[in-house]
């Protein structure tokens, strides 16, 4: 099959979102919405992407570092057939040319791939949509034999014609040969003074070529982004899309209408997830696992039985089975819980592993640190593992005990089933079973009075 070249539209400047960030940047589901056309189309298994940018054509690259895309400035906005124009010098003859828009950011895969499954130099594949309201989209005019002849947009259509539900999405799969020998000869004598990519349509049926039509599932996948509320309603569609989908592959949702999934998110069977949690980038949940309401679970790898209380803080960590998490618990990057561990409410973790059966209870703050098996640290407790310039770590091993509101200043090593007293400051390391203390002398001061307000 000849190679597949995608070729996103991402040039407007979408004055209408009332933002200094080109439209295409703005996200849904936590990402900027090119960057889901751009990873359509990479699963598409598409043999080059040329994106075609224009205003704030510096963000845009800036903030895409996807080295596959082939980048292509419009200088001049002057329509849909003019930006896909700009990409013919590096277009070859042989390839099937499928074009997507920067700012319609949720079509599906499977739509596009059963749009371009038969595609050839004899056909030209057309995405299109049935509205209950047509209004401001270009109308699917049909013969008497229901093919399809043309496209019209609104500002030069008929009334007959405005009163057509099928419209344009604008997706639509055509050989490069024939878009080298369409784009040239189209002309901008129209109510937009553009050039529309959409004349090409009735090129294709001039020369003898079918207009393959094909439709999605969901208006949504279709639905571009001219302003915020169309934004925000393409959030709430896709989040809705991913609570359906958790529910039927084995989640409880206390409320599916609040549930934030913002990257990759996979999960195994009977999870239950409270209201407004919210899940970025790639995270992984076993099952028996419950998270409870208003926490923020990012980059992180959660084991068969875990409880998250609610309010907790999790990124780039690996909590092992059985394991629980707060409430109120902040674990941070480079967190490695064991099973059947406990870090508990305003504890934070940073960079620490933590093995099996180890609790970590309140009021903690563990960071560069390796704590052994069945560790119990008490409440208030610090590793002081940064001097101003370097981090440094601290080594806990089996068994240790730690008293509360002690502060351990690495590079510090305790050595298995040592003791800390309460209190202490340990600055030396401390051996096999040894008990550590150290702390200022007490003294009680017989006869002293309270100082009095004066008067």
Known sequence: MNPLHVVILAAGQGSRMKSALPKVLHGVAGRPMLHHVIGTAKQLGAETIHTVIGHGADQVKAVTPETSVNWVVQSEQLGTGHAVAQVLPDLPDDARVLVLYGDVPLTRVETLEAMVAELDERALALLTVTLDDPGGYGRIVRNDADQVTSIVEQKDATESQRAIREVNTGILAVSAKHLKNWLPTLSNANAQGEYYLTDIIAMAVDHGLSISVAQPGNAYEVQGVNNRLQLAELERWYQRREADRLMTEGATLADPARIDVRGDLTI??????????????????GSGVSIGPGCVIKDARIADGAQIKAHSV??????????QIGPFARLRPGTELAADTKVGNFVETKKTVVGEGSKINHLSYVGDASLGRNVNVGAGTITCNYDGVNKFRTEIGDGVFVGSNTSLVAPVSISADATIGAGSTITRDVADSELAVARGRQRNISGWERPKKSD
């Open 268 to 285: 195994g069977n009977d999870i239950l997830i409270d209201v407004n949690v919210v899940f970025e980038g790639k995270v992984s949940i």
């Open 314 to 323: 999790i990124e780039g960590a690996t909590i092992g089975a059985n394991a």
